[in-house]
């Protein structure tokens, strides 16, 4: 496997112009860029709010980076600090330098940007692979530095299937149609990251850049039995990459101790679909 990066020079400097453009124009209020060095390479972050008690650090899904937060930001950031992560491997202000072969690597990469960023605890709250990279460090590293977990629609639970390529295909169609379509169209698939007009430009851009990842394998009975952090689970009623009411069971069965809500309205672009709810189901678990 090798590393993720842009196709050239050029893409790389186009998708950057195009991402500090953006991120101009939607962060709200004052961030500090922090580039964190980790044995996979530079990782960026931005550090926002204010507020005692254990920062709340985010992990965007595939394909995203701390843009996709910037909604979240005020109202997380007015209780406690905010750290937001582009992460390594997936196009963003992130550089990789080693390859990320598994979840165990996932897991090292992260417990190394926690060390970076001098926490001792963190309320971690993850997005579809990055909640899959936050279950992984929970179960494989000693969990002392993580004061909570909520994830967000995570992945690995079911490989996708022609149903989770069919939603990501609809989704990008309906990016494209007339913004007035849009509102329709986004209730239609499900998918209100199309609604995101700013995030949505940064899609040719990043487009230049090579992912290389290790694919989100599945958690197993033993995994989940394992997970002594405390945890909630946040599922889409509607996702297209599992059946949320089965990992709901799953999760019951097998990590007693953890919150499972099953999100009605929502599918599995959840942080999108239902920001208020989310934002409301954070602040909730991270404050107890």
Not at 55 to 80: C, D, E, K, T
Not at 181 to 201: F, G, K, W
């Amino acid at each position: 496997m090798t590393i993720g990066q842009f196709r050239n020079d050029a893409a790389r400097l186009r998708f950057l112009r195009a991402y500090d453009t953006v991120l101009d124009r939607l962060w709200p209020g004052p961030r500090k860029a922090v580039d964190a060095p980790t044995a996979f390479g530079i990782t960026r972050v931005y550090r926002s709010g204010s507020g005692s008690g254990s920062p709340i650090v985010l992990l965007p899904g595939a394909g995203g980076n701390s843009l996709m937060w910037h909604r979240y930001v005020p109202a997380l950031g007015a209780h406690r600090e905010v750290i937001t992560v582009d992460t390594i491997g997936e196009p963003g202000a992130s550089v990789q330098q080693a390859p990320m072969r598994d979840g165990h690597d996932g897991a090292a990469w992260l417990d190394q940007l926690l060390t970076a960023l001098d926490l001792t605890s963190a309320h971690i709250v993850g997005c579809s692979y990055g909640g899959w990279l936050a279950l992984n460090h929970a179960i494989d590293i000693t969990p002392d530095r993580i004061a909570s977990l909520t994830l967000l629609d995570p992945a690995g639970f079911a490989h996708p299937g022609p149903r989770f390529y069919r939603w990501m295909i609809a989704g990008a169609l309906a990016g494209l149609a007339p913004r007035p379509l849009r509102p329709r169209l986004a209730r239609l698939v499900t998918n209100h990251t199309v609604l995101e007009r700013e995030l949505m430009s940064l899609a040719l851009p990043a487009a230049a850049y090579r992912r290389r990842l290790p694919p989100a394998t599945l958690f197993t009975d033993h995994d989940l039995q394992r997970l002594r952090t405390p945890a909630q689970f946040l599922l889409g009623a509607h996702s297209a990459l599992h059946d949320a009411r089965q990992v709901a069971d799953r999760l019951a069965d097998r990590a007693p101790d953890a919150l499972v809500e099953v999100v009605p309205g929502a599918g599995h672009a959840l942080p999108m679909d239902r920001p208020e709810l989310v934002t409301d189901r954070i602040l909730r678990f991270t404050t107890t």
